[in-house]
């Protein structure tokens, strides 16, 4: 079955790291999307992807990068880590950009101390 | 200003008791509605689309509803493994790309 897959699922890293989190999917959807999921917010969109070498800036993008070098990975990262970015982090795909049916990956959550 | 509120924040059900679980929007230009249910510790995942006002959708003990301020998400006759925290999000507008709000959720407990 096709799936999406998120890794670390844990991470417990110090200010000032740098920080990569995985998001890799096998349904060969050319959209990925990377968000943020915090207590009193909504998912916030971080970065996404409309295929490959197309990236764009979300509603948070502030701290964060991505690439996207094949369709089926899209990997986070944070280049020096901060307290506020401690987080849970949903990746997600989905078919095409007209449709609200995301395929979310079961979370990775960090923790910067 | 927030773009989705969802209430109540929290709600408890005894089994089979239905109830009903609301998103307002304040967006204009919707281009979609969508529902998800979250279980803890997991992402969520995609229960209906939502485009026009008068547009419903069912989905087992589910029902979907929308208006053009809000949409209910009703459940009928739930059961425990109704328990989760359902989000509601929208997109809107041209220019926004592919770009979703989401609400912060309604978290709904269904007791035996």
């Known amino acids: 079955d096709a799936e999406i897959t998120q890794s670390p699922r844990h991470k417990i890293t110090e200010t000032g790291r740098q920080v990569t989190l995985a998001c890799h999917q096998t349904w060969n959807h050319n959209n990925m999307f990377w968000y943020r999921q915090d207590l009193g917010h909504g998912l916030r969109l971080i970065h996404y992807?409309?295929?490959?070498?197309?990236?764009n800036k979300g509603e948070v993008s502030d701290g964060y990068s991505v690439s996207r070098s094949n369709t089926e990975d899209l990997p986070l990262t944070l280049e020096s880590a901060a307290s506020s970015q401690t987080s849970v982090y949903f990746c997600?795909?989905?078919?095409?950009?007209?449709?609200?049916?995301?395929?979310f990956g079961e979370g990775s959550r960090l923790t910067v101390l | 200003e927030d773009q989705v509120t969802q209430s109540p924040e929290a709600l408890r059900l005894q089994e089979g008791e239905s109830s009903s679980l609301n998103c307002s929007y304040t967006?204009?230009?919707?281009?979609?509605l969508f529902w998800y249910r979250q279980d803890p510790g997991k992402g969520p995942e995609f229960l209906f689309t939502?485009?026009?006002a008068g547009e419903e959708k069912e989905k087992e003990r589910l029902k979907a509803t929308l208006t053009k301020k809000e949409s209910f998400l009703h459940i009928t006759a739930p059961k425990p493994e109704d328990s989760a925290t359902y989000l509601c999000?929208?997109?809107?507008?041209?220019?926004?790309?592919?770009?979703?709000?989401f609400g912060t959720g309604t978290s709904l407990t269904v007791i035996p």
């Open positions: 992807s409309y295929g490959v070498q197309d990236t």
């Open positions: 967006v204009s230009g919707l281009r979609g």
């Open positions: 939502l485009y026009s």
């Open positions: 999000a929208v997109r809107w507008g041209i220019n926004t790309g592919n770009q979703f709000y």
């Open positions: 997600a795909s989905s078919q095409d950009r007209g449709t609200g049916e995301l395929f």
